[in-house]
């Protein structure tokens, strides 16, 4: 089964989803807190699935979507570590209109007309 059937059959068997941001350095220990939680010692029947998703834009934005059976699992799972989410989201979308607003100003500076060095000769001005 390739990546996109294994997303299909979690879309299909999870009905309830979390995105948690992935920052550029990805996530980290992070991401280790979260399967810890999950109780990703092989015992337990799964009742939760992960994938990556990502959203187009400029920059694209990273997600690591995760699934669930339960409403109340994933409303847990979102509060356990939603607002770090929101927090690494936020900074991202700061990070994102620096580089428009740089960007645009780059631009402008690229397309100003230069100002000449010439000293105007007589016959230039007639």
Sequence with gaps: ????????????????????TV???GLGKRLDQMFNWLGCD???IPVWDQHGHSEPGNPPKH???????????AKDFEKEF???ARKAKAAL?????????????LLDARSAPVASTRTPTPELLA
Excluded: C, H, T
Excluded at 63 to 73: C, D, G, L, P, T
């Design 93 to 105: 979308e700061a990070v994102a209109q620096v580089i428009v607003i740089f960007g645009k100003r």
């Design 63 to 73: 997600f690591a979507r995760f699934y669930f059976v339960s409403e109340k699992q």
């Design 23 to 25: 920052p550029p350095e």
């Design 82 to 84: 939603g607002q770090w």
């Design 1 to 20: 089964m390739n990546s996109e059937l294994f997303k299909q059959r979690a879309e299909r068997l999870y009905p309830y989803k979390v995105d948690i």
């Design 42 to 44: 092989g015992l337990r």
